[in-house]
């Protein structure tokens, strides 16, 4: 992929997992800078990545082709509107924004610039494990498109969404699910906990049951969820009774209301800020 010098701007979890995959993935450590107010982060991510830091973001934003805005979204006007007041230009810089909440046009107001990509990545990409979501206005020409989507390629899997309400989706689906997971895993691991496992035994059995799971469905493609549920669950056996109590209870209208929530809380986002 091109090797574009790339800043990324706040150098939290979402950048530190997306700076991790892109090193794993060969895009050279001198090509990636990150910015942050405070210096402990920025030193952990020079440390064990070489990257270039700095607490300045406009001599980040001047130094890179494209920038990747990975503040909280709360702080994204601020952010800008210091970086403009500081006179920096953002003129030919391709901008990938990651913050959830936060339309394009909205981004163009902050920005005055146009050439905007907006994602949405989730953690796994520290370890290449990725899933982002990719929106771009149709005036945005393909190099750039082809630029954030391998950036993106890099640190996991893609999907562009044609309408841009499609990233509220991703964020219930891949950008937020991540800790749907743990959620789950650590109810799991209370429980196995209680019965008298050790915690380091209870997080063996988890981790090692969700890492088979998961890539038992990536193995499969071909083979449908409930069909591999189905070769798990003997007839008057135990786990039809543990699936009888999470369908009686309704697990999939409890998923499905709680991924309506992130959505909403999504669009809330977009007309606050
Ligand atoms: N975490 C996730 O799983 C995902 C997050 N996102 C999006 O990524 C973005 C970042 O989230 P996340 O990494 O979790 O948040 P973090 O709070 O971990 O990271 C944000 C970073 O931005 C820094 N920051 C604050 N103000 C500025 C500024 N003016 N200039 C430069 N840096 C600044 C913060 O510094 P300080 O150390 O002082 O707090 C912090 O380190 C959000 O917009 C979120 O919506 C998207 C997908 C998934
Ligand atoms: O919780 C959040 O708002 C961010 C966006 C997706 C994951 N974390």
Do not use: C
């Amino acid at each position: 992929m091109e090797k574009r010098k790339l800043a990324f701007i706040g150098a939290g979890n979402m950048s530190r997992s997306l700076i991790s995959g892109l090193i794993q993935s060969g895009y050279p450590a001198t090509a990636i800078m990150a910015t942050n107010p405070s210096s402990e982060k920025l030193e952990r991510l020079a440390a064990d990545f070489g990257i270039h830091i700095s607490q300045d973001n406009t001599q980040a934003t001047e130094w890179a082709q494209a920038i990747v805005l990975a503040v909280k979204p709360q702080m994204m006007a601020n952010m800008l509107a210091e970086l403009q007041a500081q006179g920096a230009s953002l003129d030919g810089k391709l901008l990938i924004s990651i913050a959830a909440g936060i339309s394009v046009s909205r981004l163009e107001q902050m920005t005055g610039q146009q050439s905007i990509i907006r994602t949405m990545p989730n953690t796994p990409s520290l370890l290449g494990l990725g899933m982002t979501g990719l929106y771009a206005r149709p005036h945005i020409e393909q190099s750039e498109r082809d630029y954030a989507e391998h950036m993106m390629q890099a640190v996991g899997k893609t999907l562009w969404v044609s309408d841009e309400d499609g990233i509220n989706q991703v964020i219930a689906a891949a950008g937020s699910a991540p800790a749907y997971f743990f959620l789950f895993m650590e109810a799991m691991a209370a429980q196995a906990l209680q019965s008298g496992f050790s915690e380091q035994e209870a997080r063996l059995l988890v981790q090692q049951t969700a890492l088979g799971a998961a890539n038992m469905v990536a193995a499969n493609p071909d083979i449908s969820l409930s069909e591999l549920r189905a070769q798990v669950t003997s007839k008057g056996g135990t786990t039809a009774e543990a699936i009888r109590h999470f369908q009686e209870q309704g697990l999939a209208q409890l998923v499905a209301n709680a991924m309506t929530a992130a959505v909403t809380r999504a669009r809330e986002l977009e007309t606050q800020l």
